[in-house]
């Protein structure tokens, strides 16, 4: 080809072209082998290539791709609906359909203020947030997301929602230790609340790890308990963005599992359609849809692909493989075995400052100077070096930024297909060792 014409996100960057995709690797058309240590974007959780899902595809397909939802409704849709709903705890019975994590957290967040309306409560409209957090590039969904570098240019069209800290427990924003900290991070959404007045406030939304704006940041044992406690005593909503996490990412089908709690909303997207089709969802729990049922009875969003049976079909196929195979119940062993790995190579890497992350979601985040905490300078673009270096060695990161004002500070997560194995996990170790060799020497020169 002698010119492109195709938008890719580095316009200047020459990307490698691929071939095909089986189980973690990747395979360009030069024959070049990557293991998908990223799954993509955190995507890819049944790895590459999945005969199942293709035959799934290939059936759906050869009755119905597309069926307009506000004409008719189909199995695939049905059933996935219904399958989600059993597969996720208490009462998140219900599922929206939409095609990525930025409509589904969108939509959260328009069902959240339709449910005030319908009670009666129309000044309830804002849906407060956390810094240090992404929940979609719509306008809506970047209003949300406190991540001062991707909001930057559109800031004159964004709502200002993001009010609190997150429990960046390794930089903690109140300079205090996790065991004697009293979840000062949790407690500020009280204040916030009372600041800007429960009254006008419909909900609060939060990743349950965080994932692209932080690099896996993971919570403290009773931080969700707290958050949801002050939610429920302002009247306030609480909306889990789990697009990253959802769908067994961490070990269990939802993050929120983890702490026990059920959230009034979920936002899913990424690993329920695997990369195999584009979907995603918005689940909502019967105390949210009482109001809506009983009041308008319509749910004031949607897009026209919204619930196709293509990629109902697919996600449901998605949801079957996970069962079938017990990939959910070998993550936690899986994550533990990675991350332990990957924190023996803390002595030979000094300039790895945490690890963290829950089964595999795992954020690593790289500093300057390991007892300060110190960052490198951003010239430095040690997160952008660390993932080519390893894409060069056939390895690939998803690059996160750790930083307060989302330019700055050094992450990456490594989150393979939910179905390596001990053998792979322990190449993908090797391979990021060698990368990290040859990072090390390029800062030392
Ligand atoms: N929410 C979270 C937590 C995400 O990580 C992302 C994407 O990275 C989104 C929402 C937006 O999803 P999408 O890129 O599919 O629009």
Not at 196 to 220: D, H, L, N, R
Not at 370 to 394: C, Y
Request: charged letters at 25%.
């Amino acid at each position: 080809m002698d010119r492109t014409y195709l938008i890719k996100p580095e316009l200047d960057e020459d990307y490698p072209v691929i071939d095909y995709g089986k189980g973690v690797y990747l395979f360009d058309i030069s024959g070049k082998r990557y293991l998908d240590a990223s799954s993509g974007a955190v995507t890819a959780n049944i790895g590459h290539g999945v005969e199942e899902i293709n035959e799934a595809m290939m059936d759906q397909a050869k009755k119905v791709s597309f069926v307009y939802r506000s004409q008719f409704t189909s199995v695939a849709a049905e059933k996935l609906a219904e399958k989600i709903a059993l597969s996720t705890p208490g009462d998140l019975n219900w599922s929206f359909f939409v095609n990525s994590g930025s409509e589904a957290t969108e939509t959260a967040m328009k069902i959240a203020i339709q449910h005030w309306q319908e009670k009666g409560r129309p000044l309830k409209t804002k849906i407060l947030s956390r810094w240090v957090s992404y929940h979609g590039i719509t306008i809506g969904a970047l209003s949300m997301s406190g991540h001062p570098g991707r909001r930057s240019r559109f800031v004159p069209l964004l709502a200002d929602f993001p009010v609190v800290s997150p429990p960046y427990c390794y930089r903690c924003p109140f300079n205090k230790e996790p065991k004697s900290c009293g979840y000062e991070c949790a407690k500020e959404l009280d204040v916030a609340f009372r600041r800007i007045g429960p009254e006008s406030i419909a909900g609060f939304i939060a990743e349950p790890i965080v994932g692209a704006a932080g690099g896996a940041i993971t919570p403290p044992k009773d931080y969700y308990r707290i958050i949801k406690e002050i939610c429920e005593k302002h009247d306030i909503l609480f909306i889990a963005d789990e697009v990253m996490t959802g769908f067994g990412r961490t070990g269990t089908m939802l993050a929120c599992e983890h702490w026990g709690i059920v959230p009034d909303l979920v936002s899913l997207g990424k690993g329920m359609g695997a990369g195999y089709a584009p979907i995603a969802a918005t689940l909502v729990t019967e105390r949210v849809m009482e109001p809506i049922k009983k009041g308008s009875k319509v749910i004031m969003s949607g897009h026209t692909l919204s619930a196709n049976p293509q990629s109902s079909a697919v996600a449901l196929a998605v949801l079957e493989y996970l069962e079938k195979n017990n990939v959910i119940e070998d993550v936690e062993a899986k994550g533990t075995y990675l991350k332990n790995s990957l924190k023996k190579l803390k002595t030979l890497f000094p300039f790895i400052g945490d690890i963290r992350g829950k089964g595999l979601l795992i954020g690593i985040e790289f500093v300057g100077n390991p007892k300060t905490k110190q960052s490198f300078p951003r010239e430095l673009n040690v997160t952008e070096r660390v993932v080519k270096m390893a894409k060069d060695v056939g390895l690939l990161l998803y690059p996160a930024t750790a930083g307060e004002d989302g330019k700055s500070g050094d992450a990456i997560i490594i989150s393979p297909p939910l179905t390596i194995t001990k053998r792979e996990i322990e190449e993908l170790v090797r391979l990021f060792t060698s990368a990290l060799t040859k990072v090390q020497e390029e800062l030392e020169t």
